[in-house]
């Protein structure tokens, strides 16, 4: 076993997806580069009449694998079924998928999502609603309570290691990575298993129509959301999952692993001001964290991968406490704009696309970004059509309600 405070070397050898944009990178690189994004209209949500938003970005046809077998996904709601693929994915590409080191002890998972499945909420709510329990069955709660992902993947795969379950809203999945990369570098787990994943219910979209965030332009699906951009009228949410697989650096090496890049820097804080309205004081400091975890100066940082919901006291308190840390001239987009804001997931997707953008050379721009806010930060919008840009640094940041902050720095690996 390593020992603790052994200041390791943390890599990225393997990373999964189920997202709007596609579960592969070929088919997610294409769709960024065709520059649209995958919101549709949900007529389906016409039923409820109070509900302003219409608009959403699903998961579109994802299928359980047929080699699963019943016993395992019996306690999986869509979230864990998300997670769990995910999961699969990231473990192959690893090298690792049936690797007894999984059950080893030396396996754990950091993972989240901001709730479990809203299907096995009904049937216990009902209890309360209706006075019966006819409805819940013995998987009721495993696929309701929030740890769902988290605890799935654990069982599905075998891991025994340590278990960080972030249900931390929009900072899910970003959390995750973050807390992979301590238990890691601390030398208390070699391999960690991290990300985040989510999925599409109305409940959600309600969440932020009460409080009047979400984009109502509903016969417009492909102009929203619009972050950073004067026009915009709020999110558009969305659902998928991310996997990372997280490893010493040593333990890569050793086994001859492909690696992806290197995670430098790791910040969190909660702003301990409001509930939902973040507070730019304390995104400046994240920013400064992370960069002091990775030893670097702002001027490092080839690329931002904005948190950009499209809100408007986000996107100002985000922009404008970026430009206070890192200056007006380093790339700057949302990726939001293409996939909408899959909450517990957002955080892992859009890690993983910025390093894969990193590694090719390119970098995607803010969909529908046609006037910036005079409100919002002066930064090198990345907007029209894809950069090329060659850069070693990387930064990723996201925010979330109840004012938790993240930000994670990347390298790319040479």
């Keep these: 076993m390593n020992k603790p405070g052994a200041n390791k070397r943390v890599v990225i050898t393997g990373a ?8 592969d990178w070929a088919s997610i690189r294409q769709q960024l580069r065709s520059l649209t994004n995958c919101v549709q209209t949900m007529d389906q949500w016409n039923v409820y009449d109070e509900l302003n938003t219409r608009l959403a970005a699903p998961v579109v046809d994802f299928q ?4 699963y077998p019943k016993r395992k ?4 709601g869509r979230v864990a079924q998300f997670a769990v693929r995910a999961t699969e994915l990231a473990l192959e590409s690893a090298g690792l998928l ?5 059950q080893d002890g030396q396996t754990g998972i950091a993972y989240g999502s901001a709730t479990g499945s809203s299907e096995g909420a009904m049937e216990f709510f009902s209890l309360l609603e209706n006075q019966s329990m006819e409805r819940m069955t013995s998987t009721t709660y495993l696929r309701m309570m929030s740890h769902t992902a988290a605890v799935n993947i654990s069982v599905f795969f075998g891991t025994t290691g340590r278990m960080v379950t972030t249900s931390s809203a929009c900072t899910a ?4 990575i973050g807390y992979a990369y301590e238990a890691i570098r601390s030398g208390l787990q070699t391999i960690m298993i991290a990300g985040g994943a989510e999925e599409l219910c109305p409940t959600q979209a309600a969440v932020f129509d009460v409080v009047y965030a979400t984009s109502t332009h509903n016969d417009q699906p492909k102009q929203f959301p619009r972050p950073f951009d004067q026009g915009r009228d709020g999110l558009v949410l969305g659902e998928g999952a991310c996997t990372l697989i997280l490893e010493s650096l040593e333990s890569a090496e050793a086994r001859g692993a492909n690696i992806l890049a290197e995670v430098i820097g790791f910040a969190t804080n909660t702003d301990g ?11 400046e400091i994240v920013m400064r964290q992370a960069l002091k975890d990775a030893d670097l100066s702002a001027d490092a940082i080839g690329y931002i991968c904005a948190h950009g919901t499209a809100t408007k006291h986000g996107d100002i308190a985000e922009s404008q406490a970026t430009e206070n840390v890192m200056g007006s001239n380093t790339a700057f987009s949302s990726l939001k704009s293409y996939i909408g804001h899959s909450l517990g997931a957002c955080g892992a997707i859009e890690a993983w696309t910025s390093i894969m953008m990193m590694n090719e ?3 995607a721009p803010t969909l529908n970004l ?4 005079p409100a919002c930060g002066q930064l090198d919008y990345i907007r029209d059509s894809v950069r090329e840009i060659k850069t070693d640094y990387i930064m990723s940041n996201n925010f979330a309600f109840g004012g938790i902050n993240t930000s994670l720095i990347f390298k790319r690996f040479n």
Excluded: Y
């Design 361 to 363: 050379g390119w970098f």
């Design 98 to 102: 049936n690797n007894p080191r999984l």
């Design 64 to 67: 359980i694998p047929e080699h």
């Design 73 to 76: 996904i019996r306690s999986q």
């Design 370 to 373: 046609d006037n910036i806010d």
């Design 173 to 176: 999945g970003s959390q995750g």
């Design 273 to 283: 001001a409001h509930i939902v309205k973040p507070q730019q004081s304390t995104m």
């Design 16 to 23: 999964g997806s189920v997202c709007p944009l596609g579960s």
